[in-house]
């Protein structure tokens, strides 16, 4: 059992937010857009290089972005705001902007990584079209990146706030992949007399021979080879092909624990299970706080040849406990609508989908 955290893309560093030169070099792009019939009245639409912009002209519309953030999806998004604007003055962040009328309506961005284009993040304002905004920017930020000779494919997790963004991806020959936002309220702790939160339920026969422990760095490069191998030939490694090599597993640990993109890691509330006088892992879960009472579970996987023996249940509970002592009362993930045992694992747990979402990837050279 394999699942992948959440979408969205912060930059992390100078090597992140690498920008594509060879885009017109910097200039303002503007281009009248002719509003269709769904679209209201007609506007005067110009779409601008992000780094013409600063972090004061965009404000308003990342408050908006952050309030949607907490209201929908129960996440404290600001301090990844924070870090946008950040690169956004220092004229580092590559994307585009969306004006109307001169006002700001929405923005995407994107980041450079060796062969790939991630798509980092789209957000519309509800006040403006949405539908057509989305489809201006996406256009503007996927020519420049199709541009680049060294691209050989482009990633996107995009979360909607009123607008399916699966249409606009599809228009784009991106291979689109349905993912699922859930949530799990978690039950006080027991009252007196009860197990301590942290002790988790009696495991399986199967799972007697396994040690839990919580996370320790120690286990950065074992870990790397756990997602390695659990995700080949899955679905996720088709979404993230980060997953698909240990150095680049690596790479995705080091952003979900040591930067902030995905919230507050949490070792107290992140296990690993692994065979006695082995440091290689059975299985591992990984937590983060992305909010005052909030955690999400950044990544959970288990070593195929474990796998269907109750151990994804077992990180999970043993997740679940350690917050639940803590006082966390929600917990989010996020999982491909089409991986059926993860899916079905969440539910009988009590977790309930409270957004969907499309992951999409564009490969060069492919016309399907």
């Known amino acids: 059992m394999v699942t992948q955290g959440p979408g969205r893309r912060t930059p992390d560093g100078p090597a992140s937010a690498l920008d594509a030169r060879e885009r017109t070099g910097g200039v303002i792009i503007q281009r009248p857009v002719p509003a269709t019939p769904c679209d209201g009245p007609e506007t005067a639409m110009s779409i601008v290089d992000l780094r013409q912009m600063n972090s004061r002209q965009i404000t308003l519309l990342l408050e908006e972005e952050a309030q949607l953030w907490r209201e929908e999806l129960h996440w404290d998004y600001r301090s990844s705001l924070e870090l946008i604007k950040k690169f956004v003055d220092a004229k580092s962040l590559a994307g585009s902007v969306a004006l109307e009328n001169g006002q700001v309506a929405g923005y995407t961005f994107y980041v450079l990584e060796e062969h790939k284009g991630l798509l980092g993040g789209l957000f519309i304002s509800s006040r403006w079209p949405q539908l057509r905004l989305a489809q201006d920017l996406l256009a503007d930020v996927l020519t420049t990146l199709r541009a680049l000779p060294r691209i050989e494919r482009i990633e996107a997790q995009l979360i909607p706030f009123g607008c399916d963004f699966g249409r606009v991806l599809a228009e784009q020959a991106f291979r689109l992949y349905p993912r699922q936002f859930m949530l799990l309220e978690i039950s006080p702790a027991p009252g007196p007399g009860a197990p301590p939160g942290d002790r988790v339920t009696p495991a399986p026969a199967a799972l007697a021979g396994l040690r839990l422990e919580h996370w320790d760095d120690r286990y950065f490069a074992a870990c790397a080879r756990l997602i390695q191998l659990a995700y080949a030939n899955h679905m996720d490694g088709e979404i ?66 474990y796998q269907r023996h109750g151990i994804g249940r077992r990180l999970m509970q043993a997740a679940i406990d350690a917050l639940r002592a803590r006082g966390i009362s929600e917990l989010s993930l996020t999982v491909t609508a089409a991986n059926d045992p993860a899916v079905r694992l969440y539910q009988k747990i009590g977790f309930a989908p409270i957004k969907t979402f499309t992951a999409g990837v564009w490969l060069a050279g492919r016309s399907d």
């Open 240 to 305: 993230n092909d980060q997953y698909r090599s240990e150095s680049g597993a690596l790479k995705f640990l080091k952003n979900i624990i040591l930067l902030p993109g995905c919230g507050q890691f949490q070792p107290q509330a992140s296990f690993v299970l692994r065979p006695p006088h082995s440091h290689e892992l059975a299985g591992v879960v990984l937590t983060s706080l992305v909010a005052p009472g909030v955690a999400h579970t950044t990544q959970i996987c288990v070593m195929p040849g």
